[in-house]
């Protein structure tokens, strides 16, 4: 997709509320080193975006969902660490080793599989993926965990056990009951290890905010918090020092006065009932603004307008207090200065998580880091 760098519509990423997440998550985890999840398009602030601004605030290593989003960072020239929390076909498996790539091995069988497209040039990194019941990827028993130990060390040229990881379903409920017996699982596992790898990782952003003394937090793997979401919705802290990261701005394009009995944009589910002045925003759908935004109040300049009629693929109007000039600044999400429009308002508005809400928005808005 066509990035619109022509137009006022953008995403500003905030690198101080980022600073200022990576620091409460550091401190409250006590951990030593970061992978930030930047996959999916760093949750919809834009990979590119996001590793940068980790390189430029000392991040450890990023975190990604699949081979592409590795291959992408380091075509951009990311240097940092990469690792790949989910599957990778074995047929890749040298593709990792010339991009230096961490890949996550999620059985014996894909070992033995990636074995047969592996050169031996340099060996692939290797961290084991042990399923302790998010029953999604991984290995389910300690035979499987310790006969890939032993197939890897028997085949040293090719594999570098670097190392071992779990996933937690319940990290972020006040409902510890599953979260204990999962720990409990992986505990047991390790116990029976005959050595342990450099990094054992098992923190995401719950685990890393609400049980860092009882998991392992020298590497831990998050992403939510660092946006500026408190992970469990404000259920187990008010999140006031987490901030969000994200701001969506744009501007007026155009403005004038109707009368009453106007309908507005498609269908016209709005009609003017008086004089009306109504303002247009390059913004809609298309940039994943959920139609469902239609009578949500966002900010033109330090007014607040109801967005009125149905959003449309590329514009959506708003009733304007009074006539407003052409070009006033549209915040739509985040600060104006004064105003804040909330993550979480605007995502529950549309009956979505703030993740879901920003994992929408699309590749034509540009992503800026600011700040
Ligand atoms: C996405 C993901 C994370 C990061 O999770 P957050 O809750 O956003 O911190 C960590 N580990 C795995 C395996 C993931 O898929």
């Known amino acids: 997709m066509v990035v619109a760098n022509l137009r006022t519509s953008r995403i500003e990423i905030s690198k101080q509320a980022l600073a200022n997440n990576i620091a409460v998550t550091m401190q409250t985890s ?51 660490p990469i690792m790949i929390l989910g599957y990778t076909e074995p047929q890749y498996a040298e593709i990792l080793v010339q991009n230096n790539l961490i890949v996550n091995v999620v059985s014996l069988d894909w070992l033995n599989q990636a074995q047969g497209f592996l050169t ?43 190392g071992i990881m779990t996933h937690f379903a319940t990290a972020d409920s006040s409902d510890v009951a599953y979260f204990n017996k999962q720990l409990h699982r992986f505990n047991v596992i390790i116990k029976q290890l005959p050595y342990l790898p450099e990094m054992i990782h098992v923190a995401n952003s719950g685990a890393a905010m609400y049980h860092a003394d009882e998991v392992p937090t020298d590497y831990i793997r998050v992403g939510t918090v660092v946006y500026g979401w408190e992970p469990s919705g404000m259920e187990l802290a008010d999140g006031k020092n987490l901030k969000p990261a994200m701001n969506i701005k744009s501007a007026l394009s155009y403005v004038k006065q109707l009368p009453s009995g106007e309908g507005i944009s498609y269908s016209h589910i709005y009609e003017t009932t008086e004089n009306e002045w109504i303002g247009t925003v390059p913004l809609g759908y298309g940039d994943g603004i959920d139609r469902e935004l239609t009578g949500y109040k966002i900010l033109v300049g330090h007014e607040w307008c109801p967005i009125i009629g149905k959003i449309a693929m590329d514009q959506l109007m708003v009733k304007l207090p009074y006539q407003m000039p052409v070009g006033t600044e549209v915040t739509i999400l985040g600060s104006n200065g004064s105003e804040n429009i909330d993550i979480w308002d605007v995502a529950h508005y549309c009956h979505l998580e703030p993740w879901e809400f920003t994992n929408r928005l699309t590749e034509r808005l540009p992503r800026i880091l600011v700040d």
Do not use: C
């Open 30 to 80: 006590h951990a030593k080193h970061m992978f930030l999840a930047v996959k999916a398009n760093g949750y919809g602030h834009g990979l590119l975006t996001m590793a940068q601004a980790a390189v430029e605030l000392g991040v450890y290593g990023l975190a990604v969902a699949v081979v592409d989003e590795g291959l992408a960072l380091r075509q951009a020239g990311i240097t940092i």
């Open 120 to 162: 031996g040039v340099a060996p692939l990194q290797a961290s084991l993926a042990v399923d302790s019941g998010m029953n999604r990827l991984g290995m389910r028993n300690e035979t499987e965990v310790l006969e890939s130990i032993d197939f890897m060390s028997n085949h040293r040229n090719l594999f570098n056990w670097v």
